[in-house]
């Protein structure tokens, strides 16, 4: 059975617990991340741009969108004391800027004696289309290391760091 993670569950993980974040992201939010990261293409800034691109509003920065798994997992799941030991994610569709999306990150699995997790990473929105499924935005997996955590149940560790 999965569970929604929140402090109110303890400092116990098991495999299945997620958590998630809802946020919309606004021009002002975009500018400023611009600014911050010196990624200033026009399809981020401006709706006349973006337009000519192909699309109907401003993109937001997808590493802006990803940033919310940072959020879930150094202040929810797995939480404070966490380390963020590694990311990967696709970039799906994109996110504009005044679109409601939802991160969420789950865990997978866990290594107990290193008290390492290993998450599955997912942001989506709503469809446009009447009763369609969300749409995928982000897609990914991350690796979490917390040692103030009780890992319960059981989880096969089959993740093997890929060799640089």
């Not at 059975?1 to 919309?24: K, P, Y």
């Not at 200033?40 to 337009?51: E, G, R, S, T």
């Not at 798994?69 to 202040?75: C, E, H, R, T």
Request: hydrophobic share 40%; with cysteine.
């Amino acid at each position: 059975m999965q569970r929604t993670w929140s402090r109110l569950s303890g400092r116990v993980v098991r495999v299945g617990d997620f958590h998630s974040v809802t946020r919309v992201f606004t021009q002002a939010d975009v500018n400023t991340f611009a600014t911050l990261i010196g990624d200033c293409n026009p399809i981020h800034l401006d709706v006349a741009a973006a337009k000519k691109a192909g699309f109907p509003n401003t993109i937001c920065h997808g590493v802006l969108v990803g940033s919310l798994f940072s959020n879930i997992m150094g202040m929810h799941l797995p939480g404070e004391q966490s380390v963020y030991l590694q990311q990967n994610f696709q970039f799906v569709a994109p996110v504009f800027v005044g679109e409601e999306v939802t991160a969420t990150v789950r865990v997978r699995e866990f290594h107990r004696e290193k008290k390492m997790l290993w998450l599955d990473t997912i942001v989506s929105k709503k469809n446009t289309k009447e009763g369609g499924p969300d749409v995928t935005c982000i897609q990914g997996t991350a690796l979490g290391l917390n040692k103030t955590l009780q890992l319960e149940g059981e989880s096969p560790w089959t993740f093997v760091r890929p060799k640089m």
